[in-house]
């Protein structure tokens, strides 16, 4: 006997799928400046509830960050347009889980590198010459 799934049902997507996603919550996160000042870092969690026509109705949090990071994240995923879907005439609301993930940049740090330059020859008893070069 094979197993049909049931197709009746549509469910809200986002236009473009994960990559569109991905792209959307890079270029329009903003980064509070409490967490920033507090180095906080992590992952929100949210179920949220899209309706029929692809608008989010409710945002909740299960997992939360502090400094701001929720506010940011239910401010994300409300500016966020999922396709409209027909059911045959049927009104549905769905929910969807989200994970936002919190991340600083990596914080400057020095590089060097030691060279000896080529047309210089060590001498007998002197001070070897070092040039270095630092990243920032």
Same mark, same amino acid.
């Given at each position: 006997?094979?197993?049909?799934?049931?197709?009746?049902?549509?469910l809200?997507?986002? $236009? &473009?799928?994960?990559?569109?996603?991905?792209?959307? +919550?890079?270029? !329009?996160l903003?980064?509070?400046e409490e967490?920033?000042n507090?180095?906080i870092?992590?992952v929100?969690?949210?179920i949220?509830?899209?309706?029929d026509n692809?608008?989010?109705?409710?945002?909740?949090?299960?997992?939360?960050? $502090? &400094?701001g990071?929720n506010?940011?994240?239910i401010? +994300?995923i409300k !500016?966020?347009?999922f396709g409209?879907v027909?059911?045959?005439?049927?009104?549905?609301?769905?929910?969807k889980?989200?994970?936002?993930?919190?991340?600083?940049?990596?914080?400057n740090?020095?590089?060097?590198n030691?060279?000896?330059?080529?047309?210089?020859?060590p001498?007998?008893?002197?001070?070897?010459?070092?040039?270095y070069?630092?990243?920032?």
């Amino acid at each position: 006997m094979k197993n049909h799934k049931n197709k009746f049902l549509q469910l809200p997507q986002i $236009a &473009g799928g994960k990559d569109a996603l991905k792209k959307y +919550l890079e270029s !329009n996160l903003v980064y509070p400046e409490e967490a920033k000042n507090k180095r906080i870092e992590g992952v929100v969690h949210l179920i949220v509830e899209i309706d029929d026509n692809g608008k989010v109705t409710q945002v909740e949090i299960t997992k939360g960050l $502090a &400094g701001g990071c929720n506010d940011e994240a239910i401010r +994300l995923i409300k !500016n966020m347009q999922f396709g409209g879907v027909k059911n045959k005439g049927v009104r549905i609301k769905t929910k969807k889980r989200f994970k936002l993930k919190f991340q600083l940049p990596p914080e400057n740090t020095v590089n060097y590198n030691l060279v000896m330059k080529k047309d210089e020859e060590p001498k007998p008893n002197s001070v070897k010459r070092y040039s270095y070069t630092i990243q920032i």
